[in-house]
């Protein structure tokens, strides 16, 4: 970031269409245009890219502030345009030397003259600009606050002198994450983006200052390329001051009224009236700093986010105390106070420093780990069990730890109250805690399975059994991935099951399913029991994990997934649940690294990166770092890979990988030796895992195709691949089998014809990587054949297949030179438009070119697409 405001041009986001509205007025010959928006929003910034581009066209420009001191003046904002010899005390010669002083700047165009803040110009200006307008001396781009009073010539200017009139709105939530991101110059972490819209609500200038003010903190500050906000920022000083100028004035009753909703807000209208006169509360409205909701039961809000942010950071110690203490006393008094109602009251008298009885300690410690909040869980869960609260908070206690990665925390807790389960339900809650903490948190399965053993024993009744189920099949499933489908689906098809035991079994049943090669059902099932989030338990987090899994490893849905898993991550950064949330993400890096968009994958698994390093229950770090190996690979950024592979082994804890680890541990192992130019270590790494995983032919067949990728003998591979299709229905394995042997066949045949078959079924699942490379290896068979317009195409295709501007490199064609197949920039311009059915002579005229310069670049492009008739393009 640049040291001083002065020397930074901040980026224009978002506002593409309102230049191009303003650049058509003027080609039109509009007599101007004024654009209206609330302070901030980004006028003058508009208006500096008009005149920008508008000098870069030629057209003569002219840049003219107004300001409230020089309206006392007449004329005084143009007095730069004022001829030496024009008499002061006469206006009307004064006024006719502006509009003379402008006409003189015409070219072939009307000059442009953006006049800022025109609200604030004084009469005889406002008069000068609107006879410019009307008589056409100038295309007049007026900027005009909101709300504000402006002269009657202003509001003439698209009134009555055929001006346009431009209402410029805030920025929406994507545009908002654009100019933060521009500011920054990457990617910006999910939450953080959500913070600075809801604090901004899209206000340019308050983006900015919040920027501003989060990276001159250290709040802000990037980690594996991800720009990370792990705190809060104070508002900056200059931003505090905008926003202290709506506030000047307040009687003590409307600041207090205004520190209570900073404090409590929304509040329902009639609490508020409780704590403040209404007429209190009018004035308030009246001056913007409230609003009221128009509902049948109306809130309370600020009319602003920041006006709260500014009063928080000068509130009183003592004064929040007393305002947190009557937040509390009016929200308990409600009739019926809900589980977030709970867990506000319990924050604020925390806040405060009071006490808290059990019960609501209890009720607000499971709240807030529903809320995404386990710290504060913890916080109060602790005091319950203080208090003498019991098994319960300690459960309580334990999933916060949980929640944050703190399993060895979570495990102390759990142990010590085993002794002391009292019945089923308390009993079962536990258990599912021990599943997570032992098994994928500690990875102590052994551990896990002596707590199950012993769990038999807790109860001797039939339904004890029944519901235990669950926890004993999820056992057997990761001794035996894939080895509990017929158990799994008897049980679930027992019409006497409990809908809650079903619920925990259907998971064990895809799981099951898809590592047995029973892939489409498996699909079918996962795509069923997709859960909401937030995630309730560890049954949730693995149904999300397997429906992903499931769509990526097998090629099923993909579009779908990448719909879920956007809204999923959303929601889960929206709602604190960082377990849904790096899955979503998760999620994402998967798809963009198989489509070969590394740089979108990299921003996406650098989100799941941050969101699992909180919660990470099935793994799943080890495996986003994985990815992240194969993207240093990939796009040749070698100096990465040592590291990159460091931290993937890191997140092991020097552990053994679990079962659902150890294909991505592999890969990306071999991707690092492969990398450091050793292929025949990289085949040997991915053909002994896969013989290890024989039993899971979904994985096995993964890490046999990538074998090939690596170099390995496709007619060696081939009878390897196929075994393995026959034993799992999976498109996606059905497809790396069709390279194989197309690959074989070729090398055999010198034929690249099947090779662009299984481009195109992986261009259809969405494998874009996979699909590039086929059609490149398509391109060697027919140039080693001597097929050169053949050979041509396949290049062409597969160099349209290849994701360009996202790091990935491109794969290399035996026997063609690179140069000779790769379109120009101007080739592709041409080719496009000859494809829409334009004649060369339409082209030449549209791009203003010589007919013979169009033909002979046409000509070009056709020889290296390999193609004799233009209506083939």
């Not at 997570?436 to 399975?449: F, S, T």
């Not at 069923?528 to 989030?533: A, E, G, M, Y």
């Not at 992240?628 to 796009?635: D, E, L």
């Amino acid at each position: 970031m640049p040291s001083s405001r002065s020397q930074r041009r901040w980026p224009l986001v978002g506002r593409s269409s309102e230049l191009e509205l303003i650049a058509r007025a003027q080609s039109a010959g509009a007599s101007g245009m004024t654009v209206i928006g609330a302070a901030g929003v980004g006028k003058s910034r508009l208006a500096r890219e008009a005149l920008r581009e508008a000098d870069e066209q030629g057209v003569a420009t002219k840049w003219v502030q107004a300001t409230a001191s020089a309206a006392t003046v007449p004329l005084a904002a143009l007095s730069s345009l004022i001829a030496s010899s024009a008499r002061a005390d006469d206006p009307r010669e004064l006024m006719e030397s502006i509009a003379r002083a402008i006409r003189e700047l015409a070219g072939r165009k009307p000059p442009l003259l953006v006049v800022d803040d025109a609200h604030s110009l004084d009469p005889s200006s406002a008069a000068v600009l609107l006879e410019l307008a009307i008589d056409g001396g100038a295309f007049v781009l007026a900027t005009v606050r909101a709300g504000e009073s402006r002269p009657d010539a202003i509001t003439s200017l698209w009134k009555d002198a055929g001006g346009d009139r431009l209402e410029l709105d805030a920025l929406d939530v994507t545009e908002t994450a654009a100019l933060a991101e521009a500011i920054v110059g990457g990617p910006i972490e999910q939450a953080a983006q959500g913070w600075i819209y809801d604090t901004s609500l899209g206000n340019a200038l308050y983006v900015r200052e919040l920027m501003v003010g989060a990276l001159a903190s250290g709040a802000l500050h990037q980690i594996s390329g991800l720009w990370r906000l792990p705190v809060r920022p104070p508002v900056s000083a200059s931003l505090a001051e905008l926003i202290a100028v709506r506030m000047t004035g307040l009687s003590q009753p409307e600041r207090e009224a205004l520190e209570l909703l900073t404090l409590g807000e929304p509040l329902a209208l009639s609490e508020m009236m409780t704590m403040a006169a209404s007429e209190t509360l009018m004035a308030l409205e009246e001056r913007g700093l409230i609003q009221v909701s128009e509902s049948a039961s109306p809130a309370v809000t600020l009319a602003h986010p920041l006006y709260g942010e500014t009063i928080r950071a000068n509130l009183p110690t003592f004064r929040a105390r007393q305002a947190r203490l009557k937040l509390a006393a009016v929200v308990r008094q409600r009739e019926q106070p809900g589980a977030l109602d709970q867990l506000r009251v319990a924050r604020w008298l925390l806040d405060a420093g009071e006490e808290i009885n059990i019960s609501l300690l209890l009720e607000a410690a499971q709240a807030a780990n529903l809320a995404g909040e386990p710290a504060l869980a913890g916080q109060l869960a602790q005091r319950a069990i203080n208090a003498g609260a019991g098994v319960p908070a300690a459960l309580v206690l334990a999933r916060a730890h949980s929640m944050q990665n703190q399993y060895e925390q979570a495990q102390q807790i759990l142990a010590g109250i085993e002794p002391t389960l009292d019945t089923q339900d308390v009993a079962l809650d536990y258990l599912e805690q021990q599943s997570e903490v032992l098994y994928w948190g500690l990875n102590q399965p052994d551990e896990l399975a002596a707590v199950i053993a012993r769990a038999e024993s807790w109860w001797t009744t039939p339904q004890w059994r029944r519901r235990l189920a669950p926890v004993r099949l999820r056992a057997a499933a990761r001794q035996r991935p894939g080895a509990t489908v017929s158990a799994t689906g008897a049980s679930l098809a027992d019409a006497n099951e409990d809908p809650e035991t079903q619920r925990q079994l259907a998971p064990l049943r895809a799981a099951s399913l898809f590592y047995s090669g029973q892939t489409q059902e498996a699909y079918t099932l996962a795509r069923q029991i997709r859960p909401s989030v937030p995630l309730r338990d560890l049954t949730d987090q693995l149904a999300f994990m397997l429906w992903s899994v499931i769509a990526i490893e097998t090629g099923q849905g993909w579009e779908e997934l990448d719909s879920w898993a956007t809204n999923a991550l959303a929601d889960g950064v929206r709602l604190g649940d960082s377990a849904a949330a790096g899955r979503g993400a998760l999620a994402l890096g998967g798809l963009r690294f198989s489509q070969g968009r590394f740089n979108d994958s990299q921003r996406w698994l650098a989100e799941a990166e941050l969101q699992l390093e909180r919660h990470d229950a099935g793994g799943l770090l080890m495996i986003t770092r994985s990815m992240q190996v194969g993207i240093a690979c990939f796009t040749g950024n070698l100096p990465e890979v040592t590291p990159t592979l460091e931290r993937c082994r890191a997140a092991l804890a020097d552990r053994d990988p679990l079962p659902n680890q150890l294909p991505y541990l592999a890969r990306a192992e071999a991707w690092a030796a492969h990398a450091e130019g050793d292929p025949l270590r990289a085949q040997q790494l991915l053909l002994d895992t896969a013989r290890q995983l024989a039993d899971l032919p979904i994985y096995a067949g993964r890490l046999t195709y990538e074998a090939l990728r690596a170099g390995a003998s496709a007619r060696r591979l081939t009878p390897m691949l196929a075994e393995l299709t026959e034993r799992c229905d999976a498109r996606l394995l059905a497809a790396y089998t069709a390279h194989a042997t197309a690959h074989a066949t070729a090398l055999a045949a010198n034929d690249g014809t099947t090779l662009l078959r299984t481009a195109d079924e992986m261009e259809s699942i969405g494998a874009l990587r996979y699909a590039t490379e086929a059609a490149a290896h398509a391109a060697s068979a027919f140039a080693a054949a001597g097929r050169q317009d053949s050979a041509r195409r396949a290049a062409s295709r597969s160099h349209d297949l290849h994701a360009r501007g996202q790091g990935g490199i491109a794969p290399r064609i035996e026997g063609m030179d690179h140069a000779r197949i790769s379109l120009t920039k101007r080739e592709k311009q041409l080719v496009q438009l000859a494809s829409r059915g334009l004649s060369n002579a339409q082209i030449a005229d549209q791009l203003v070119l010589s007919i013979r310069t169009v033909e002979s670049h046409l000509y070009r492009a056709m020889q290296k697409l390999g193609i004799s008739d233009r209506h083939e393009l």
